[in-house]
């Protein structure tokens, strides 16, 4: 049994997707973007974005009803699909973070989770278009499991799918609040950023997982 002195090895990581592995799916920047492309009142998107994206990224709506709440709630000059082609593009990925995830999978055997919150067509494109079921085992996504973070019972639905004691398991998301819950769980936390993955990677390394 590990002590304090000891800690437990690692043999899980538990990893966000927007702003760890790829962009955010469907984020402010995002919407600045299509206001601009499709002529749309920004304000006005955000407003009915707000009113209904919770409810998507649970699950409870499918991505043409949540437009039809946002954006197609009157005609327009421009067809859905065509918004939906606007916004699957809009996703990048972070392929140094991909890698180095690809890497500690591979030297340790460690079992990969995904638990984020996204939309299904969203999350399900992403991980089509970036490939990330090839290395990661489970995806805990809040549309496949109908709870959002930062509710504690997404990371608890984590640990029991994936069969891994807690303390060996290492959160990492881009939001500290989101670390913050998980930690309290019992998991180990790292605040990740995007424009420093060799902080990510040191801290890692501080864990055991070095490369």
């Known amino acids: 049994m590990a002590t304090n002195s000891t800690p437990a090895p ?3 990581l538990f990893l966000d997707v927007g702003g760890v592995m790829l962009t955010n799916g469907w984020d402010r920047k995002s919407r600045e973007a299509a206001a601009k492309q499709f002529g749309l009142d920004l ?7 707000r ?6 990224e649970t699950g409870k709506l499918s991505l043409d009803e949540y437009l039809k709440s946002s954006v197609f709630y009157k005609d327009r000059p421009f067809t859905m699909e065509a918004f939906r082609d606007f916004m699957f593009q809009q996703s990048v990925a972070y392929p140094e973070m ?8 591979a030297k340790y055997k460690l079992r990969i989770a995904v638990v984020n919150n996204e ?4 999350n399900e494109h992403r991980i089509k278009m970036y490939k990330l079921n090839e290395f990661v085992d489970f995806f805990i996504s809040s549309c496949f499991v109908h709870f959002r973070k930062p509710d504690a019972d997404i990371w608890k639905i984590a640990l029991d799918i994936a069969q891994v004691p807690r303390e060996e398991v290492v959160y990492i998301d881009d939001r500290p609040m989101f670390v913050q819950v998980a930690q309290g769980l019992g998991l180990r936390g790292v605040v990740h950023n995007h424009r420093n993955v060799a902080q990510t990677k040191e801290a890692l390394e501080g864990m055991g997982l070095t490369l």
Do not use: P, Q, S
Request: aromatic content about 8%; hydrophobic content about 40%; glycine content about 8%.
């Open 98 to 105: 991909i890698g180095l995830i690809k890497a500690l999978k």
């Open 43 to 49: 304000d006005d998107l955000n407003d009915r974005h």
């Open 10 to 12: 690692v043999t899980a």
């Open 119 to 122: 939309g299904r067509e969203l």
């Open 51 to 56: 009113m209904t994206f919770d409810t998507y």
